[in-house]
């Protein structure tokens, strides 16, 4: 299990994160007040600004997983800054959502990724898809929140079920009270606090080492931490390699943006498809930048442990920066950080379990919840929020329980792949093949969920590839039911399925 040393901090840092959570929570109510319906609980309206949705989009994105982790990539022995590989993957994949998925969004009012996937296949396919997602999503979700919570514990000095608590009751009430519209605006405030936490650690690390930036460029060079490209097309140990990164992390964004109710659902809240567009499309640029800073750190934690405590170069990846911020920042500072570390965290979490209620209600609920009366409909989507994020404690409790050890980013975006490629294949279906009976669907679906099981399981294949793979065998299984049992629902290849519908 991840460890951080328990050192309680000064009550001037537990005093400015109190007051973060407070204030964000009383926030989000507030800018719930006088919601009715769901289109206002779950689209906001549908009436976003662009740029208030490509903060989200990367806040979202960007939970703790990412701001403690993604450091320790560079700051691990061998450590560099190979993991923007993915990034440029990321980039990549945005490009191919907003060219082929986002339009399928915008020739209907849906409410949710997966009624594209009701009008090409069926209801029985829209409900199979949701439970993917949820199942991913709350898993995926409770590990973001397991290392928030462990980071909480360790720093204020109080049990864990104590700091999951306090994390998941802030994030329920303005999830809670003010559903979308709430979440977005509280992501652009999160996204604020955290990338200026992260530029004040880099800003002191050059501060405090005696040769200032010229030491640290010196050390990254000597030790080879400006690496960036590694060729290597399937490494026997499955690290992080260009082409995983372009076609692994491709897809995942692929999927993720394209396939996934989390992000889908920001688009759905825009005023049209060009707004939306340009919000996924700066996204990309964006978080890799963003992956360019927190790798930065982890050099320069590398650097400063160096010069100053050598014995903590032994810290695993996930240790360093949580340590870094325990031991050697001054008090006021410590507390910034720390808020905008759980910023990230309630970011992430808020969205989640508010995309996770939407899904439930629309997907698996089907026309009767559909049609129920929006006062009935605000109720249950309020309710499915709070049980999510029960859910997700759970998976964090019983993560730390079960001393679970692993990279936490690794393992999250695993899961991500997983899920939304899987997802993503059927999409793709939809695309190149058109309409297919829902038994076809739902057989490729459960079909390329066991070969990635399988291939999890018995080979050391990256999870940076179970994306492509899953997204693939989906496909293919797919097109070869489709052409083995032709159906007279099927489409001409490259038909629009939804003019058919």
């Known amino acids: 299990m991840i460890s951080i040393a328990s050192l309680a901090i000064s009550p001037v840092d537990i005093g400015i994160i109190g007051c973060y959570i407070v204030a964000t929570t009383l926030f989000g109510v507030w800018l719930g007040r006088g919601q009715s319906s769901t289109t206002q609980f779950f689209l906001g309206s549908r009436d976003m600004p662009s740029w208030a949705l490509l903060l989200s989009i ?19 022995p061998g450590g560099n800054f190979s993991f923007l590989q993915l990034a440029i993957g990321y980039i990549i994949g945005r490009i191919a959502v ?12 849906d409410s949710t990724a997966y009624a594209v996937l009701q009008r090409n296949f069926g209801p029985s396919t829209r409900k199979l898809a949701s439970l993917f997602f949820l199942g991913a999503r709350t898993l995926g979700d409770g590990l973001r929140l397991f290392l928030t919570a462990l980071a909480l514990q360790q720093v204020v000095d109080i049990p864990f079920a104590v700091s999951v608590m306090i994390l998941a009751i802030a994030t329920a009430v303005y999830a809670l009270c003010g559903g979308v519209r709430s979440v977005i605006w509280n992501d652009c405030l999160q996204f604020t606090v955290y990338m200026s936490g992260a530029l004040l650690v880099m800003g002191l690390i050059f501060y405090r080492l005696p040769g200032g930036f010229d030491q640290y460029w010196q050390f990254a060079a000597d030790t080879g931490r400006l690496h960036l490209f590694d060729l290597a097309f399937l490494p026997s140990d499955g690290h992080l390699t260009l082409w995983a990164g372009i076609f692994g992390g491709g897809v995942l964004s692929l999927a ?9 659902q920001r688009y759905l809240c825009a005023k049209n498809q ?6 996924l499309f700066w996204s990309g ?6 992956f360019a800073l927190f790798l930065a750190i982890g050099v320069g934690l590398a650097c400063y442990f160096t010069q ?17 911020i325990v031991d050697d920042l001054p008090i006021g500072v410590r507390g910034v950080i720390l808020a905008a570390v759980f910023a ?11 995309s996770s209620a939407s899904s439930l209600l629309d997907d698996l609920g089907g026309d009767a919840w559909r049609h129920l009366p929006d006062v009935r409909r605000l109720l249950l989507g309020r309710s499915f929020t709070l049980v999510f994020t029960i859910l997700q404690a759970v998976v964090a409790t019983g993560a730390y329980w079960f001393a679970f050890g692993n990279s936490v980013v690794d393992q999250a975006l695993a899961i991500a792949g997983f899920s939304a490629g899987l997802l993503l294949g059927l999409f793709l279906v ?47 299984v797919a097109t070869l039911l489709s052409k083995i049992l032709p159906s007279e629902a099927a489409l001409p290849r490259g038909t629009p399925a939804e003019e058919h519908s």
Not at 285 to 290: G, H, W
């Open 98 to 109: 907003l060219t082929f998925l986002l339009p399928l969004y915008f020739r209907h009012e």
């Open 430 to 476: 939809a695309i190149v093949i058109g309409r297919i009976p829902s038994w076809q669907a739902n057989t490729a679906l459960i079909c390329g969920a066991i070969v990635i099981l399988t291939i999890k399981y018995s080979t050391n294949v990256s999870g940076y590839w179970y994306a492509p793979l899953a997204a693939s065998s989906t496909f293919c």
């Open 344 to 354: 990230a965290a309630m970011s992430t979490l808020s969205s989640s379990v508010n």
């Open 274 to 279: 060009r707004a939306a567009g340009w919000a």
């Open 58 to 76: 990367v806040a979202t994105e960007t939970s703790t997983v990412t701001f403690l982790s993604v450091p320790g990539k560079a700051f691990i």
């Open 308 to 324: 100053f405590n050598p014995e903590m170069l032994s810290l695993a990846g996930d240790q360093a920066f949580a340590r870094f």
């Open 256 to 264: 993720t943006h394209g396939a996934d109710q989390l992000i889908v």
């Open 285 to 290: 640029p964006i978080v890799f930048l963003q």
